[in-house]
């Protein structure tokens, strides 16, 4: 994927082999957040350090997206090409809950709990024909 760029910049680690998500650490209370902010929302402190939130979590909850989204939504999909995916909310590991978008699209796919991972999806291409990538979670495990 040389030919291809993060939609929005500084939510997960790129160019990498295994992007992971980026977000920040309080260092007086230790309480995360995604995407990066500048002060706590637990203590209001200003002291943050960037944070490799990692690219693995557990699904916490989720539903699934059966209609094309209003703006901002934008892909190069119409109203009769979408395809319906899955919305959930990932636990990470530090117990951050990260909302996202699942590859898997029906409720016979998702199970609370089941672990997940991050990958890359091209969202749409810009004028340059540069894929523009964000990140969507899928099953851990293969499913058979
Ligand atoms: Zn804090």
């Given at each position: 994927m040389?030919?291809?760029?993060?939609?929005?910049?500084?939510?997960?680690?790129?160019?990498?082999?295994?992007?992971?998500?980026?977000?920040?650490?309080?260092?007086?209370?230790?309480?995360?957040?995604?995407?990066?902010?500048?002060?706590?929302?637990?203590?209001?402190?200003?002291?943050?350090?960037?944070?490799?939130?990692?690219?693995?979590?557990?699904l916490?909850?989720?539903?699934?997206?059966?209609?094309?989204?209003?703006?901002?939504?934008?892909?190069?999909?119409?109203?009769?090409?979408?395809?319906?995916?899955?919305?959930?909310?990932?636990?990470?590991?530090?117990?951050?809950?990260?909302?996202?978008?699942?590859?898997?699209?029906?409720?016979?796919?998702?199970?609370?709990?089941?672990?997940?991972?991050?990958?890359?999806?091209t969202?749409?291409?810009?004028?340059?024909?540069?894929?523009?990538?964000?990140?969507?979670?899928?099953?851990?495990?293969?499913?058979?």
């Amino acid at each position: 994927m040389s030919n291809a760029k993060p939609l929005h910049e500084g939510l997960f680690s790129w160019p990498a082999d295994t992007p992971s998500l980026i977000g920040t650490r309080c260092l007086d209370c230790g309480e995360h957040a995604f995407p990066s902010q500048s002060a706590c929302r637990a203590c209001s402190g200003q002291n943050m350090a960037p944070a490799d939130l990692g690219s693995e979590g557990t699904l916490w909850t989720w539903t699934i997206q059966s209609f094309m989204p209003k703006t901002p939504y934008r892909t190069d999909e119409t109203p009769e090409t979408f395809t319906p995916y899955g919305v959930g909310y990932i636990e990470l590991a530090c117990g951050l809950k990260v909302e996202s978008r699942l590859r898997e699209n029906t409720p016979e796919q998702l199970t609370i709990g089941m672990p997940m991972k991050m990958e890359m999806i091209t969202v749409r291409k810009d004028e340059e024909g540069t894929d523009l990538l964000t990140f969507q979670f899928c099953a851990a495990e293969e499913q058979h």
